[in-house]
């Protein structure tokens, strides 16, 4: 039947059970067990010890299927903790609820009470004893969702999705966890949790576009934040020296496998600390990570086996280029040349591009996607490190890192410039670049550098993307898979 009959045919249904006056959504019943406690407590036992069981059990979810013998039939039950087989016959179930059976459909919402035990196949199985009908369904699951190659219209029905596929369930389990891990990482480090404006009136912390909107009452743009981090810096000023937050982020840039527009991300401060010891830190949360969701510091991501045991490589840009390109000292020195060198290589720089930027474009392009094993890539071009601390041996480079597993960036750390005059001369920098055009480069905050004029503790901080770390962890090939409601273009239909 085409999805148009079908719909034709439930809704003569569902008239057909309102006349005989069964209420298709009540609300009153309550539910004493889930598919997993049953399975807890049952599943060792055999039939002998499960007949000394006198109780009876209750369970409630969507019916996924139906198999009729006669004046007998197989259910299958699934609630949020798995699947359960239900028994239905006529002779334990009241008349008028047997009736009620013959009347549903595949995803229904059922609630059935008995006894527990197991087929001849070893199948544990509740008998129903009671049957209600606890929300009716309009339209029919798909047949084989699982084998559906339209992942587009997966992420648009994700319901279904998770109806249907378990796999799919499993990974936004797992993101729970993985993100509860965090939590009890950082409070056990002693980092309080803190919560920041997600609409500012800069748009600042992030070489970034942002999302622009407009208050009434105040009369004025606000944008949504691209990053926390200039409201965390000015907590750790405040004393609050060690903090985090776990949100969201708004970035109006591409969409790709490893972009959305909106992403979630942990940001945290440090005071008295440089960006070397938060390489430490990295590494032992990452490993605490792996060793609760795998048991193991290894594990395997899209065919790569990938291994966290510390200490992980350590590697500046400057030598990461020359390491995998080939490119001279010297000519990472020279803006001619190296503007050359990155023509020859089909990239695009601006003529008036500066060495750092230029540097940055050929390590993005051409080497990020070589880093495959956990690496800290460090001493990044002050002209892209606006609001990191310059290196002291080395001025023109700021001690920073990203950490890069997979090809892909993971994390990026700094230690923080809390010198007021060098930070509005970086602001002032930026503005400079945003005048020629560029729309990413920072805006001028003179709050901010207020802030620092109070005098910020030295201070060590990092952002690290969950979307991509829960990606890693549930070996998911693309960043809608770990993000419930990914950003899609509207269609006409949903």
């Not at 084989?144 to 994700?158: I, Q």
């Not at 200490?311 to 001279?328: D, F, K, M, N, Q």
């Amino acid at each position: 039947m085409e999805e148009s009959e079908l719909i034709k045919t439930r809704k003569e249904k569902i008239a057909a059970l309102r006349a005989a006056g069964i209420d298709l959504y009540p609300n009153e019943v309550r539910v004493g067990h889930t598919s997993a406690e049953l399975r807890t407590r049952f599943d060792a036992l055999d039939n002998d010890a499960l007949a000394e069981v006198k109780d009876t059990f209750s369970l409630a979810g969507r019916l996924m299927a139906i198999r009729n013998f006669g004046k007998a039939s197989f259910i299958s039950i699934q609630d949020r903790k798995g699947r359960l087989q239900g028994f239905i016959q006529k002779k334990t179930l009241p008349e008028e609820e047997y009736d009620l059976f013959r009347r549903l459909d595949v995803g229904d919402i059922i609630y059935i009470e008995g006894k527990i035990f197991k087929t001849k196949t070893g199948e544990l199985t509740i008998e129903a004893g009671r049957l209600r009908l606890l929300a009716k369904a309009v339209h029919s699951l798909p047949e084989k969702w699982h084998g559906l190659t339209d992942m587009e219209m997966r992420y648009r029905r994700r319901h279904l999705d998770l109806i249907m596929n378990p796999d799919v369930r499993e990974v936004f389990h797992r993101r729970s966890r993985i993100i509860k891990l965090i939590r009890d990482f950082m409070d056990g480090h002693d980092f309080l949790e803190v919560e920041t404006p997600m609409m500012q009136p800069r748009a600042g912390g992030a070489a970034a576009k942002p999302f622009k909107t407009f208050h009434n009452t105040l009369g004025m743009d606000l944008y949504l934040r691209i990053a926390p981090e200039l409201y965390l810096k000015r907590l750790v000023t405040g004393g609050l020296e060690r903090v985090y937050e776990i949100n969201r982020n708004f970035r109006n840039e591409g969409i790709s496998t490893f972009h959305n527009p909106e992403f979630t991300m942990m940001e945290f401060y440090l005071a008295y600390a440089t960006y070397e010891d938060l390489m430490r830190f990295t590494e032992e949360l990452f490993l605490f990570l792996a060793e609760n969701v795998f048991g193991a510091p290894r594990f395997t991501y899209q065919g790569t086996e990938i291994n966290l045991s510390p200490p992980w490589r350590r590697i500046s840009v400057r030598e990461a280029v020359e390491t995998h390109l080939g490119i001279a000292p010297e000519i990472m020195a020279d803006r001619r040349r190296l503007l050359a060198t990155a023509a020859e290589m089909g990239l695009e720089p601006e003529e008036n591009a500066v060495v750092g930027k230029i540097l940055m474009m050929i390590f993005e392009e051409k080497v990020e996607k070589e880093l495959i094993q956990p690496t800290f890539v460090t001493q990044y071009p002050v002209e892209v490190s606006p609001l990191s601390r310059r290196n002291p041996r080395d001025p023109g480079f700021t001690d920073r890192f990203e950490l890069y597993i997979c090809g892909r960036e993971i994390a990026n750390a700094f230690s923080e410039l809390n010198d007021p005059e060098d930070q509005r001369e970086r602001f002032l920098m930026q503005l400079r670049e945003r005048e020629a055009g560029d729309e990413e480069a920072h805006e001028m905050d003179e709050d901010y550098v207020r802030t620092l004029e109070y005098a910020m503790p030295p201070t060590a901080g990092e952002g690290i993307g969950i979307d991509r770390l829960v990606m890693l962890f549930t070996d998911s090939a693309s960043i809608r898979d770990v993000i419930l409601f990914p950003q899609l273009r509207i269609r006409d239909e949903q």
